[in-house]
């Protein structure tokens, strides 16, 4: 079946610009996590929705960051008046049930963001 | 503060070697995954571990977990160029049910 998928693959803007990355689990994939991967460096966690609900957002960098999910299923990633330092690899994550201890997490391949 | 670290971050072997990727983690944890990328690609599951003494093996890659030691090892058993890919651990925090902490990650390079 098809994989979580993301677009656009990348994404190159201008400094002050705003972007919108989105993502598409696994159907009936109750759980959505995103995260940013920078170079060299392992992923850094963002924000995860149980169904339409994001019960914890601490981990979104800034207020410039926002995500949002509708219909259980696709997620968009919005990030305001962009920075050089949001430049990364934005990793979308899907799993069948609500998280929990050994629930595998699906990747789609990442939307490449370069902040000129 | 939960923090993992892998060592080494970059391996470079001959195929036909073994050999062992560390994961240290500096506080208790009840669960570590490994993955793993290749370039340009999705992360992709490995293992999961979820209790002190488990192993799990698929093909040559054998992963280990000491909960007492916050320790997981990966193994290489007589390495094969199509196991080149930069492998991560992530480990759980047992505050979050979500939350997942990750290592910088290994890059393995095996020359035919």
């Known amino acids: 079946g098809a994989g979580v998928s993301q677009s656009p693959s990348n994404k190159v803007t201008e400094k002050g610009k705003d972007v919108e990355l989105r993502c598409d689990p696994i159907s009936g994939h109750t759980a959505l996590y995103w995260y940013r991967q920078r170079l060299g460096q392992g992923l850094e966690f963002l924000i995860y929705?149980?169904?339409?609900?994001?019960?914890?957002k601490s981990g979104l960098p800034s207020d410039r960051f926002s995500a949002e999910r509708t219909g259980e299923s696709v997620s968009t990633l919005t990030i305001q008046r962009t920075q050089q330092e949001d430049s990364a690899v934005y990793l979308c994550a899907s799993s069948p049930q609500a998280a929990g201890v050994g629930e595998t997490q699906y990747f789609g391949p990442g939307t490449r963001l370069l902040v000129l | 503060e939960l923090k993992v670290e892998q060592n080494p971050l970059f391996l470079s072997m001959q195929e036909g070697k073994n050999y062992t990727i560390y994961c240290n983690y500096s506080?208790?944890?009840?669960?570590l995954y490994w993955y793993r990328q290749d370039p340009g690609k999705s992360l992709e599951s490995l293992f999961v571990?979820?209790?002190n003494g488990a192993v799990k093996q698929e093909g040559r890659l054998m992963a280990s977990l000491d909960t007492k030691a916050r320790l997981s090892t990966l193994h290489i058993t007589a390495a094969v160029h199509d196991l080149s890919a930069t492998y991560f651990c992530?480990?759980?925090?047992?505050?979050?049910?979500?939350?997942?902490?990750w290592g910088a990650g290994t890059k393995l390079i095996i020359k035919p």
């Open positions: 992530a480990v759980g925090r047992v505050d979050s049910n979500y939350q997942l902490i």
């Open positions: 506080t208790t944890s009840d669960r």
């Open positions: 929705f149980q169904g339409n609900s994001a019960p914890d």
């Open positions: 571990l979820l209790s």
